[in-house]
T-cell receptor, first 113, second 116 residues
Framework: AQSVTQLGSHVSVSEGALVLLRCNYS??????LFWYVQYPNQGLQLLLK??????LVKGINGFEAEFKKSETSFHLTKPSAHMSDAAEYFC???????????FGAGTRLFVKA | EAQVTQNPRYLITVTGKKLTVTCSQN?????MSWYRQDPGLGLRQIYY???????DKGDVPEGYKVSRKEKRNFPLILESPSPNQTSLYFC???????????????FGPGTRLTVL
């Protein structure tokens, strides 16, 4: 069975600091991995996705994530946080041949001025 | 504008009173899905549909029904709502062709349901 673990339900960084949101997955088959962002009172929107084409994936708003099979990780990073990055971030996994998507519990990012 | 719409956005109801939350997409997507979002639990899949008349259970289907009679619509039905179904509900859609399972899902704005 597939699962996703996001380490840290809340992360706080200063504006301009590095953002690192952690995601580990469990899958018995090659996974497709996603990061979604949810701004207050909105639905989720895709930040980036891993589909086995490249291990380093670049997304919108300066975010990127690196797929590390040996560590079963897909951590999300951004070199310099902006106030507008404050939101909740979800890591998700889908499995080839299936239509189920498993979401992590989410990490709320706070950005301090 | 390409979008997923849900109605109503907010709903307060009482235990046992049947309700339907509608979901519609205008992107000709084959795949649609319902999720519930609860604090500390993230999003959990309720039901999904791979195409018209094809639906399957997600991880938390108990107490819910769905139907997919048209490609654009995927209503969520609570026949006898209970307080533990108080939650934030999201509908999502994607192209979902098997070879394109990695396609992103597009989410609606959410429906906040309170069952008293």
């Amino acid at each position: 069975a597939q699962s996703v673990t996001q380490l840290g339900s809340h992360v706080s960084v200063s504006e301009g600091a590095l953002v690192l949101l952690r995601c580990n997955y469990s899958s018995s088959v090659p996974p497709y991995l996603f990061w979604y962002v949810q701004y207050p009172n909105q639905g989720l929107q895709l930040l980036l996705k891993y589909t086995s084409a490249a291990t380093l994936v670049k997304g919108i708003n300066g975010f990127e994530a690196e797929f590390k099979k040996s560590e079963t990780s897909f951590h999300l990073t951004k070199p310099s946080a902006h106030m507008s990055d404050a939101a909740e971030y979800f890591c998700a996994v889908s499995v080839t041949g299936g239509f189920k998507t498993i979401f992590g519990a989410g990490t709320r990012l706070f950005v301090k001025a | 504008e390409a979008q997923v719409t849900q109605n109503p956005r907010y709903l307060i109801t009482v235990t046992g009173k049947k309700l339907t939350v509608t979901c519609s997409q205008n992107m000709n997507h084959e795949y649609m899905s319902w999720y519930r979002q609860d604090p500390g639990l993230g999003l959990r899949q309720i039901y999904y549909s791979m195409n018209v008349e094809v639906t399957d259970k997600g991880d938390v289907p108990e107490g819910y029904k769905v139907s997919r009679k048209e490609k654009r619509n995927f209503p969520l039905i609570l026949e006898s709502p209970s307080p533990n179904q108080t939650s934030l509900y999201f509908c999502a859609s994607s192209f979902g062709r098997l070879a394109d399972i990695y396609n992103e899902q597009f989410f609606g704005p959410g429906t906040r349901l309170t069952v008293l």
